[in-house]
């Protein structure tokens, strides 16, 4: 069964950094976009960063751009989320995705990634204390 598994989420002071991972098992997810979705409690899903199947094309939300940076490993089947000078409201549960749906799509595909698709990690929470 192929699984995305996230890490390195945790508590860290406003102006601090995170790297998030994720690694996939079960399939090898290099043809796939791959990014990270984020939500916060009382607000909806956001995809706050993506990149095409080879690192080439990436997707930032605006809220996002300037300080994270998404990057991936195909060789070790990982996307990574290098996250600067972190606020208070980028305080969330960050979702691994990957677009299954379709072979070598573009990043942007993932805004329209339906939750029910099997190609969710289970999250990991990033506290970003004032």
């Known amino acids: 069964q192929a699984q995305l598994v996230e890490s390195g989420g945790g508590l860290v002071q406003a102006g601090g950094s995170l790297r998030l991972s994720c690694e996939g098992s079960?399939?090898?997810?290099?043809?796939?976009?791959m990014g990270w979705f984020r939500q916060a409690p009382g607000k909806e899903r956001e995809l706050v960063a993506a990149?095409?199947?080879?690192?080439?094309?990436?997707y930032y939300a605006d809220s996002v751009k300037g300080r994270f940076t998404i990057s991936r490993d195909n060789t070790k089947n990982a996307v990574y989320l290098q996250m600067n000078s972190l606020k208070p409201e980028d305080t969330a549960d960050y979702y691994c995705?990957?677009?299954?749906?379709?072979?070598?799509?573009?990043?942007?595909?993932?805004?329209?990634?339906?939750?029910?698709?099997?190609?969710w990690g289970q999250g990991t929470l990033v506290t970003v204390s004032s």
């Open positions: 990149t095409s199947w080879n690192g080439a094309v990436t």
């Open positions: 995705v990957a677009d299954i749906r379709t072979n070598y799509s573009d990043p942007q595909s993932l805004l329209d990634l339906p939750e029910s698709l099997d190609a």
């Open positions: 079960g399939r090898a997810f290099s043809r796939y976009a």
